[in-house]
């Protein structure tokens, strides 16, 4: 995993960044997020889910700024018909870049591309109730005759590695939940592909890959964008807090430092 990009994503290029959304609250959290977002806070119930939440819409708009050379706090988020969030037009200085963010208990994924239409999806692998039934509302025919098949210790890999691409070609479209799961048709393997989605979609293929999730072997995430995926790299965004947090020690420190070495030069010159 690199610590940060030396360029914006390209063309088909996609940037992955790995963010652990129980890193802490940035103190300075308020300054940078949006009064909606901070809002959306404080509705959690639960101190750690807003945390959460706030950790993550920090550190989306602190890569999404430095993307646009413009401060996590100037960067314009519009939302889709169902909600999806986007750059708002206009708004990014002719710098073409679309974005996606999933989320599952403390780890997301932020990922940016030189396309608009990206889906990601991360799930922490836990069983969900009555898996077997919850299948046959969300999978193809084909997807949930092969699920059925399986024997028990194979169930929740196979649930999550069929789900999180599913979910990742849905938030691709834009979608969302208003299209139906079992109308997509990606199967369960984790292999690459192209698939066609339905016809009142509007788009013709979409290629699917499912990809490294932070190194962490609970989860399992999948990347999807309409038209042709190209090289996917990945990113820790605590390395590129902790390079920030240098940053702002040697903008504070040089200053000192550059004042008692003048100091300290012009008393040797006097004596």
């Not at 959690?44 to 950790?55: M, Q, S, Y």
């Not at 504070?252 to 012009?266: C, L, R, S």
Request: glycine fraction near 8%; proline fraction near 4%; aromatic fraction near 8%.
């Amino acid at each position: 995993m690199k610590l940060f990009p030396s360029s914006l994503p390209t063309d088909n290029e996609i940037h992955v960044w790995h963010i652990d959304l129980d890193a802490g609250r940035p103190p300075d959290f308020a300054s940078v997020l949006s009064r909606d977002e901070i809002a959306r806070a404080e509705r959690f119930v639960f101190a750690h889910h807003r945390d959460r939440f706030i950790c993550g819409r920090y550190a989306m708009r602190c890569i999404l700024g430095d993307c646009l050379g413009i401060g996590g706090d100037a960067v314009a988020i519009a939302y889709g018909p169902n909600g999806k969030p986007r750059l708002k037009p206009g708004s990014s200085g002719g710098t073409h870049i679309g974005f996606n963010m999933a989320h599952s208990e403390h780890l997301a994924l932020l990922a940016i591309g030189g396309v608009h239409d990206i889906g990601i999806d991360i799930e922490i692998l836990r069983a969900p109730k009555d898996i077997r039934t919850f299948a046959k509302s969300v999978f193809s025919e084909q997807e949930n005759t092969q699920f059925q098949a399986l024997a028990s210790e194979s169930l929740v890999p196979a649930f999550f590695t069929c789900w999180t691409q599913k979910e990742a070609v849905l938030k691709a479209l834009g979608t969302g939940l208003t299209l139906d799961a079992n109308s997509i048709h990606v199967g369960l393997d984790g292999a690459d592909k192209k698939i066609v989605p339905p016809a009142n979609c509007g788009t013709q293929t979409i290629a699917v890959s499912m990809i490294d999730s932070a190194h962490n072997t609970n989860s399992i995430a999948s990347l999807a964008v309409i038209g042709e995926l190209g090289r996917v790299s990945h990113f820790d965004y605590a390395d590129k807090a902790f390079q920030q947090l240098l940053s702002d020690i040697v903008a504070i420190e040089k200053p000192i430092f550059d004042g008692t070495y003048k100091a300290k030069m012009a008393e040797k010159a006097h004596q």
